[in-house]
């Protein structure tokens, strides 16, 4: 398993290389405190991930993240700094599958990269099966390949988006509260985001309902939680 890390901080590099060798087995990780060559890297390198700090010395991260987004569907973590929320939100909305904020737990962060990557590997694996896609009106899920489109239009998710919409489009009708949908959503070791959650709930919403015209696939339920509304 390769990771493309770009960050300027020398002693978060250290940390995330250090964490990888004693905790990941076979993975190893590339890095570089400049955004040109970690644009260049994540083209020729084809790392499993990138993580990327959006603070660099030569270029905007999210340039960088922009860059990659046009040839690369890698998945993407980014580094954002403590109270910066519109940060996190921004890079999310450019393509990054997740965040983590400095100062961040190590422990957190191989979360996270285990997840990304275990959600990539899982498609790849059962993409050469058949399994039957779900169709409501304009909007499509094809589970064997991951894909969403709308009226034939790939539809951009990232992979806890993907986790969600998997899990409420298989069980409709079936009210979900923010508790259970925090445990599926986030791994054991990672804290669990409620406010992350309604970020991704609202980011579903707007793409599936929205686009594809019907308002009330994803039903709120009281502050409680949430619900894929019944055909």
Known sequence: ???????????????????????????????????????????????????????????DGFQVLEQIRGFSDVPLLILTVRGEEMMKVRGLEAGADDYVTKPFSPVELLARLRAMTRRTQVTEKTSDYHIKPFIRGRLRVDFSSGEVSIEGKPVKINPREYDLLQLFVNNPGVEFTNEFLLEKVFDQDENRDMAYLQYLVKNLKDKMEVKSGNPTMIVEIEDRGYMFAPV
């Open 1 to 59: 398993m390769k990771f493309l890390l770009i960050e300027d901080d020398h002693e978060i590099v250290e940390t995330i290389n250090l964490l990888l060798e004693m905790r990941w087995t076979g993975a190893y990780l590339i890095s570089t405190i400049s955004g040109q060559k970690g644009i260049e890297l994540a083209r020729t390198e084809s790392p499993d991930a990138v993580i990327l700090d959006l603070g660099l010395p030569d270029i």
